[in-house]
Nanobody, 124 residues
Framework: QVQLVESGGGLAQAGGSLRLSCAAS????????MGWFRQAPGKEREFAAG????????KYADSVKGRFTISRDSAKNTVYLQMDTLKPEDTAVYYC?????????????????WGQGTQVTVSS
């Protein structure tokens, strides 16, 4: 069983930055591909960024490419999402997810473990 706890959400102005963290309680954290998803009110959950178990491969949604950076620290069992040049449309609940796979999937149902989510609100 893997438990994921997100932190770092909050309120930011457009153009600002936030860094999200996701702490994982998994003895074999380094064998999990990790993803960040987001869900705005009235919308479906969507992929934002993902990173492979080794950290060697990353994937981003077109909407965040060039502004968001995903990284992982296996020594700390933590994955991060650095969000820069934030836009009001980035406002959503952000979820961390994990799957024991080498594939960086963009599909929510392919992830097995989820955190409780952290709210990100970007004001214009």
């Amino acid at each position: 069983q893997v438990q994921l706890v997100e932190s770092g959400g909050g309120l930011a102005q457009a153009g600002g930055s936030l860094r999200l963290s996701c702490a994982a309680s998994a003895p074999t954290f380094s064998s999990y591909t990790m993803g960040w998803f987001r869900q705005a009110p009235g919308k479906e959950r969507e992929f934002a960024a993902g990173i492979s178990w080794s950290g060697g491969r990353t994937k981003y949604a077109d909407s965040v490419k060039g502004r968001f950076t995903i990284s992982r620290d296996s020594a700390k069992n933590t994955v991060y999402l650095q969000m820069d040049t934030l836009k009001p449309e980035d406002t959503a609940v952000y979820y961390c997810a994990a799957v024991h796979s080498i594939v960086v999937s963009t599909i929510p149902r392919e992830y097995d473990y989820w955190g409780q989510g952290t709210q990100v609100t970007v004001s214009s």
